[in-house]
């Protein structure tokens, strides 16, 4: 970003991304003043998300322009490019010049499979903290982590206070504090049940039942990655 072009956001998109932890921080980075938000994939094929929303993406790794800053959401989709060299080059190659780089969710693996969090204090969904010591992360419960120019939160809707805290951080608390009163965001749960340590033990486990198949593979190839096998 200078004084004669706005600051630069590259989306990453990808088949089985968690849209929520697209739109949601998608929604208060474009209203940012002076930003430029673009959606990247591997092609400019539509791309479908976790559960059938379809997203077109504006531009490729190869043609994406300068980037400013960087955000990766999560989903199961991940699971498919943590060896995905294409994608991980692009995030090595791009976080060298970024201003800063986040992730969203599970995203922080993708971050992690590429190098980035080595030697940083991050976060994640809470069913997929315990992998990021496999990556060289320390890993931080935490709905938003900032360690240095990396910033990460946990699951889903922590990516709208992961984006709310980029935008202070560089415009000042004033406009992120417009921002989040223009969206009405003002949460009132009906439940407090939305972390593992306030949910009832009988819905931990139902969510990690339900997701037991494909954590299990997310742990496999995690840990081969550690091994040095991928």
Same mark, same amino acid.
């Given at each position: 970003m200078t004084q004669d072009s706005p600051l630069s956001i590259g989306m990453i998109l990808f088949d089985g991304a968690t849209q929520l932890d697209l739109t949601g921080p998608y929604e208060i980075l474009a209203?940012?003043?002076?930003?430029?938000?673009?959606? !990247?994939?591997?092609t400019l094929a539509p791309v479908r998300t976790e559960w059938g929303l379809t997203i077109v993406p504006e531009a490729t790794f190869a043609n994406a322009p300068p980037l400013d800053v960087i955000c990766v959401p999560g989903g199961w989709g991940i699971n498919a490019l943590l060896t995905d060299e294409a994608l991980l080059g692009f995030l090595r190659a791009?976080?060298?010049s970024a201003r800063w780089v986040m992730s969203v969710c599970s995203g922080a693996?993708?971050?992690?499979?590429?190098?980035?969090?080595?030697?940083y204090r991050a976060t994640t969904h809470w069913?997929?903290?315990?992998?990021?010591?496999?990556?060289?992360?320390?890993?931080?419960q935490q709905r938003v982590v900032r360690d240095r120019n990396r910033i990460t939160c946990a699951?889903?809707?922590?990516?709208i206070d992961l984006s709310l805290t980029?935008?202070?951080? !560089?415009?000042?608390?004033?406009?992120?504090?417009a921002i989040?009163?223009? !969206?009405?965001?003002?949460?009132?749960p009906p439940f407090d049940s939305g972390s593992p340590g306030k949910a009832p033990e009988s819905v931990r486990t139902a969510v990690s039942t339900a997701s037991a198949s494909a954590l299990a593979q997310r742990r496999s190839i995690v840990?081969? !990655?550690?091994?040095g096998e991928s």
């Open positions: 209203r940012m003043p002076r930003t430029q938000v673009t959606l !990247i994939a591997a791009r976080s060298e693996l993708l971050l992690g499979a590429a190098g980035l969090l080595r030697g069913m997929s903290l315990d992998l990021l010591p496999m990556f060289g992360a320390t890993p931080v699951g889903v809707t922590a990516g980029l935008a202070s951080e !560089i415009f000042g608390a004033p406009v992120a504090q989040q009163l223009a !969206i009405e965001y003002d949460p009132a840990e081969s !990655i550690a091994r």
